[in-house]
Nanobody
Framework: QVTLVESGGGLVQNGGSLRLSCTAS????????MSWYRRTPGKQRELVAA???????EYADSVKGRFTISRDSAAHTVYLQMNSLTPEDTADYSC?????????????????WGQGVQVTVSS
């Protein structure tokens, strides 16, 4: 019923910048919260940044001051502006959203993952 599509990953040099986008589509009533996670081989998935209920924003300590999360609620889109990238930021980045959607004449809520985009920072 709902899909998340990410874009903006790629290869960048140490110190460079990238901007990730994630757009939710489907029979959406509201997108309640959106966040970005990342995972590298052999490591657990970690929360990078979250734009939660009531506009509460949270960042991982490792990205504070370098990454900025923002949302376009009307477009059901979340962005992650990543500056001063380092090789340690190399990972697969995934979008996660909690969505209220219409199913027939009922409302339902569920959480969804995007397919992930690769970010590679060269040294």
């Amino acid at each position: 019923q709902v899909t998340l599509v990410e874009s903006g990953g790629g290869l960048v040099q140490n110190g460079g910048s990238l901007r990730l986008s994630c757009t939710a589509s489907g029979s959406i009533v509201t997108v309640n919260a959106m966040s970005w996670y990342r995972r590298t081989p052999g490591k657990q998935r970690e929360l990078v940044a979250a734009h939660g209920f009531g506009g509460l924003i949270e960042y991982a300590d490792s990205v504070k001051g370098r990454f900025t999360i923002s949302r376009d609620s009307a477009a059901h889109t979340v962005y992650l502006q990543m500056n001063s990238l380092t090789p340690e930021d190399t990972a697969d980045y995934s979008c996660f959203a909690t969505v209220t959607y219409r199913q027939g004449d009922r409302l339902s809520a569920d959480s969804y993952w995007g397919q992930g985009v690769q970010v590679t920072v060269s040294s």
